[in-house]
T-cell receptor
Framework: NAGVMQNPRHLVRRRGQEARLRCSPM?????VYWYRQLPEEGLKFMVYLQKENIIDESGMPKERFSAEFPKEGPSILRIQQVVRGDSAAYFCASSPGWENTEAFFGQGTRLTVV | GQSLEQPSEVTAVEGAIVQINCTYQTSGFYGLSWYQQHDGGAPTFLSYNALDGLEETGRFSSFLSRSDSYGYLLLQELQMKDSASYFCAVLTGGGNKLTFGTGTQLKVEL
C-alpha cells in the first residue's frame, strides 16, 4: 500500500529550463494538493486538483507555473523558464475526498536552480 | 486571507511535557490540524480539531477554542525522536484548503 509518491526527489535545473515534478496520489485518492516550502518556512498552498479539474489555483504564480491531474497518470507541476527564486521543496499531498481533514504528503521534490 | 502565529522554537528535556500554541485569523474556518516534519521530510498528520475541546491520541493531544481562535498541541513524555518541526494549519474553503503556520522547531534535550 504505497503512500504518495513524488519524483524526482532532487532536481537540478539551469535558469531558463523547464522543471516537471510528478506526484502519484495514494491508491483510492482522487484529490491532489501541491505546496511549496522555502527553507525555515511553512508550506505554502499552490493548487488543488481533482482528476481532470483544477479546483483552486489561488496560490499559483500567474506566470510560468501550471498543474494538471489527467484521467490517467500522475499529477504534474510544471515550472517553465525557472529562476533562482523557484528553488524550494515542492510537496504533494492527497486525500480520498473533498474534506482534507487528514492530508497524506509525499517526500517532496527538492528543486535547485543554478 | 489567513494568518497563523506559533512560536518559532521550543526546547524541552526528555520526559517533560511541552505545549505549542497556535493563534489564527481566518475566514471560513473549518478546523485546525497539526503536522510534524522531520528535517524537511514529508509532513505527517498528527491531529485534527473541528470542535472545541481536547482530542487525545497517545502521547499527543490537541485543543481548540473556536471563540478564541486558538489551539495548542500538547506533547507528553517527550522523547528524543520528537525533535522536529510542528505546524498548525487551518482548514478552510469548505474543508479542502490547508493554510500552514511557519512552524515551531522543537528540540528535545537529555
Amino acid at each position: 500500500n504505497a503512500g504518495v509518491m513524488q519524483n524526482p526527489r532532487h532536481l537540478v535545473r539551469r535558469r531558463g529550463q523547464e522543471a516537471r515534478l510528478r506526484c502519484s496520489p495514494m491508491k483510492g485518492h482522487s484529490h491532489v494538493y501541491w505546496y511549496r516550502q522555502l527553507p525555515e518556512e511553512g508550506l505554502k498552498f499552490m493548487v488543488y486538483l481533482q482528476k481532470e479539474n483544477i479546483i483552486d489555483e489561488s496560490g499559483m504564480p500567474k506566470e510560468r507555473f501550471s498543474a494538471e491531474f489527467p484521467k490517467e497518470g500522475p499529477s504534474i507541476l510544471r515550472i517553465q523558464q525557472v529562476v533562482r527564486g523557484d528553488s524550494a521543496a515542492y510537496f504533494c499531498a492527497s486525500s480520498p475526498g473533498w474534506e482534507n481533514t487528514e492530508a497524506f504528503f509525499g517526500q517532496g521534490t527538492r528543486l535547485t536552480v543554478v | 486571507g489567513q494568518s497563523l502565529e506559533q512560536p518559532s522554537e521550543v526546547t524541552a528535556v526528555e520526559g517533560a511535557i511541552v505545549q505549542i500554541n497556535c493563534t489564527y485569523q481566518t475566514s471560513g474556518f473549518y478546523g485546525l490540524s497539526w503536522y510534524q516534519q522531520h528535517d524537511g521530510g514529508a509532513p505527517t498528520f498528527l491531529s485534527y480539531n473541528a470542535l472545541d475541546g481536547l482530542e487525545e491520541t497517545g502521547r499527543f493531544s490537541s485543543f481548540l477554542s473556536r471563540s478564541d481562535s486558538y489551539g495548542y498541541l500538547l506533547l507528553q513524555e517527550l522523547q528524543m525522536k520528537d525533535s522536529a518541526s510542528y505546524f498548525c494549519a487551518v482548514l478552510t474553503g469548505g474543508g479542502n484548503k490547508l493554510t500552514f503556520g511557519t512552524g515551531t522547531q522543537l528540540k528535545v534535550e537529555l
